[in-house]
């Protein structure tokens, strides 16, 4: 599930100003995408190689 958590956000990440919530996170989500969704990505990409080292020690 999490391999295609992180794809649908990557894909919600879309250099787009008329998507913008202007949240105050960053100003060039235009160029980069949405910051608060490529944060979420991040987390969730570290959270899933950390539950796999985790299921790897036991």
Known sequence: M??????QLKRMVVPDRHHC???GFEHNCQIHG???????????ETLAQITTAV???E
């Open 2 to 7: 999490t391999k295609e958590m992180t794809k």
């Open 21 to 23: 919530d202007f949240c």
């Open 34 to 44: 949405c910051a608060v969704l490529r944060q979420a990505v991040k987390e969730v």
């Open 55 to 57: 299921l790897q020690e």
